[in-house]
């Protein structure tokens, strides 16, 4: 393949996973602050009432869309400062931003105004973060390493996502029979206040560019960031991948940041977080399986294929749960399932997806094409919510209807991608034998 050629002294170095840890922390952080009112939305309503209108866009569910609004305005740029110079600054400036804006949020908690100017700046860290996934996994892992590092960065993202939902109902008066119903929000940002900044200072001392030689047998020779783009835009197998972002990470978004109105829909008084809960629980065992099973077999469509037709259920059972079922109790423990199901699958598309990505652009810039994907997810994440929140819901059954023929739509496209080529390397494809944690070459 153009842009490629065999790298001979390559090693791989323990420190890799340091790198990883570092790597995951700053996004367990980031994925918490984006989420921090979402499974308590109407409690959090309750304790900033009179500070804002309910019916204007800017009401709670707006600090979920906001990271999604951003990364619009800064995926692009901050992939460019990835790509341009490096993980260390790009990570760097992620990482600051999420310390900074963490504890305004936490010091400010009891004014809304303060929470939203604190989460828009947590909003531009959160494409620093994010986009640098294969950037990190390409300069520190080897290739057949390098889905399951892309599995456990997304498992961070689903870990940050499930302790905000779980843990968040915990520390408020999440019941609308307590007196003090919403009383504790602002405690509860400052918790995470510190852990933000605390998890930024790490991130700054442990964070390095790369090992002093390269990980794998392949050396990526990268194109120029807008020639990146131009390839990456003419490649049929980018362009589905990326409708393939615009709906599955697009349903995601929606489910994640609208998971307290959906259990209202289905009749749940309290806001428990548990249908988001429970997908990221099912996210947090496909990030781990199925990205490994991809490195394994040697196979990225393939699984691209199981990931999309199963998610097809989930989203069924989300959209059909009060309908298929006799009681609102009944409904409910169908959502749970279903939320379950839709976890395991479409948050495990995600690491293998973008891996896939950055071989089958390859050479444009890994982050380039990663961040074009989220961009992709964000943009209709975006517009589900916005559709889905206007209105006090009014439109959010009909969304999620259309979530279903989107599944449908998606697992026909998943079909026409063809495999990676680069998913077995020459050198790599004959080594048998590992020696000091490092690929041997029997020839």
Known sequence: MAGRKVQDDFKVYPYRWVILGAFMLITILIEIQWLTHAPVARAAEAFYAGQFNPDSLFNIDFLSMSYMFVF???????????????????????????????????????????????????????????????????????????????GLSALAQYLGIILVMAVTPLMIASSPLDPAYGSGIDRMLMIYGIAGAAGAFITLILIKEAPPTPPSSEKIEHKKFSEGIKYILGNKNMILTIILFFIGLGIFNAVSSMVDSISASLGVRDSDGLIGVLMLAGGVLGAVIIP??????????????????????????????????????????????????????????????????????????????????LLAGQISGLVFVGGMSIRDNLYLGRFMNLFVILSIVAFIMVTRLTESPMIITEKEKYSEFVVNDNPVDPA
């Open 72 to 150: 619009l305005l800064i995926c692009i740029p901050a992939s460019y400062i990835i790509d341009t110079w490096g993980i260390r600054v790009g990570l760097g400036i992620g990482a600051l931003l999420t310390g900074i804006f963490s504890l305004l949020k936490g010091f400010g908690g009891a004014n809304f105004k303060i929470v939203l100017i604190a989460q828009l700046g947590l909003a531009v860290a959160q494409p620093f973060i994010l986009n640098a996934v294969t950037a990190v996994t390409v300069r520190w892992f080897p290739l057949r390493e390098r889905g399951m590092a892309a």
């Open 292 to 373: 490994t099973l991809s490195d394994k077999f040697r196979k990225r469509k393939l699984f691209l294929v199981i990931c999309i037709g199963g998610m097809i259920p989930g989203v069924l059972g989300l959209s059909f749960a009060d309908v298929i079922t006799p009681t609102p109790s009944a409904a409910y423990g169908v959502a749970l399932t279903a939320s379950f199901i839709l976890g395991f699958f479409v948050m495990s598309a995600g690491p293998v997806g973008f891996q896939y990505a950055a071989e089958v652009s390859s050479p444009a810039p890994e982050s380039t094409s990663q961040g074009i994907l």
